[in-house]
């Protein structure tokens, strides 16, 4: 069972949805934060990464950062920017591009479910990256983008979907990047409650980080709160629920800065015990899942578990990402904890291999590697198990923008 429930919306008025709406705060880097809303400065980004405010070279300190975000919702809604719903309704979500749509329900999720496991997770957070959120979500007083949750999709769902997109959106647009953004406004909440206390597990697809700080920000609101009965706005989450089967997943790189003092030659005799190892300069993007493509120096290689290793492994350490983990990274080039070693970094799959070449060229790391996507049904199950992959094992693409509907707290 799901418990879903509608919720008054903070969101932009039509005419200026596709101009406030930005990417998610954390698939964009300081540059490109602060070249985002220069060219815009109505960007939602002025709310999510409000260092882009600040000078490149400031450092400013985090509670001016948050405050600023603060100040910055504050003026969008002075403005008209921005304006909050009277009443309570969910909301559809629908990305499209190249003949495929994805359409999910935007609610609020009970985070005493996620505490339960009802909300399923499969990876790990950074610790710093929650307590940014955290502290975020408490200076804005409200969550400014949505958790991504897939859930198995059923005949009541589909039939309700079906028929909740005839009507007009209220905004229809697409971006630069050619993915065309609808969203629905649903009055008519019984029916969608009704269906999800069906829905026996939401999993968590791409947000473990706002998920965690929602949690954190509640325990803190509700140690504030001696009157506390677990309807308050603060024990939800805003998410958007997707039918698991509608998705897809690109791959999840890795950069490392070094070769953890090892010569090229004792790297490669290294993985060799492992892994048969071939130069091919053609294939920089795995074909099939159990080869890993490696650029050093210059060059591309392919790597593949031995077969006779790879038979033996369980279904969550035969993901791509768990094996470069425990064969690569933690072994040979003594990445033990990805969620805090600053040697790691992650290039999602939409940027390509060309970003990967480009900041070991630039001298940014010093090898990169490129995974074949993990499936939806690995994700499902090692949810299922109450396992967890390695951290940034998936992409999903595309990606939901932030801005079009806040949920205050």
Avoid at 111 to 124: A, C, P
Avoid at 202 to 226: F, Q, V
Avoid at 337 to 358: A, M, N, Q, Y
Avoid at 392 to 402: A, G, I, N, R, V
Wanted: aromatic letters at 10%; charged letters at 30%.
């Amino acid at each position: 069972m799901a418990t879903v429930r509608p919720f008054k919306a903070l969101r932009p008025s039509a005419e200026h949805a596709k101009q406030v709406s930005s990417v998610p705060y954390d698939v964009v880097r300081d540059a490109e934060v602060r070249a985002f809303v220069a060219d815009n400065p109505n960007s939602f980004l002025r709310v999510t990464r409000a260092e882009g405010d600040f000078a490149e070279a400031s450092e400013p300190p985090g509670d001016d950062v948050f405050a600023r975000a603060k100040q910055n919702l504050d003026r969008l809604t002075a403005e008209g920017f921005y304006s909050t719903d009277e009443r309570r309704a969910y909301y559809l979500y629908q990305l499209s591009k190249n003949g495929h749509s994805q359409t999910g329900l935007v609610g609020v999720c009970s985070l005493d479910e996620y505490e339960q496991g009802l909300i399923k997770k499969h990876e790990s957070v950074r610790p710093d990256k929650v307590e940014d959120r955290t502290d975020h979500l408490l200076a804005v007083r409200a969550q400014t983008g949505l958790i991504f949750l897939a859930f198995r999709g059923s005949e009541v769902t589909a039939d309700l979907f079906k028929k909740a997109v005839r009507a007009p959106a209220i905004y229809d647009f697409v971006c630069a990047d050619d993915i065309r953004h609808r969203v629905w406004r649903v009055e008519d909440t019984a029916p969608w409650t009704e269906a999800f206390r069906y829905v026996p597990s939401l999993y968590i697809a791409d947000g473990h980080h706002r998920i965690e700080s929602a949690l954190r920000a509640r325990d803190e609101m509700r140690g504030e709160n001696a009157g506390h009965n677990g309807n308050e706005a603060y024990n939800f989450v805003l998410a958007g629920m997707f039918p698991a089967e509608d998705l897809s997943i690109l791959p999840y790189n890795r950069l490392v800065k070094d070769l953890n003092r090892l010569s090229k030659d004792d790297f490669f005799s290294k993985i060799r015990k492992n892994f048969i190892l071939v130069s091919d300069t053609l294939v920089k993007s795995p074909e099939h899942t159990g080869d890993i493509s490696m650029y050093l120096g210059g060059d591309w290689y392919r790597m593949r578990l031995n077969p006779a290793k790879r038979e033996r492994l369980s279904r969550i350490d035969a993901i791509d990402a768990s094996i470069l983990q425990n064969y690569v990274l933690r072994p040979i080039l003594g990445v033990d904890d990805p969620t805090t070693d600053e040697r790691i970094s992650f290039v999602g799959g939409k940027r390509g291999t060309s970003e990967l070449e480009r900041m070991v060229d630039a001298g940014e790391a010093k090898v990169a590697f490129s995974l074949y996507a993990t499936s939806m049904d690995d994700l499902l199950s090692v949810s299922d198990s109450g396992e967890t992959m390695p951290p940034k094992s998936t992409w999903f693409e595309p990606k939901l923008k932030d801005g079009l509907l806040v949920y205050q707290l």
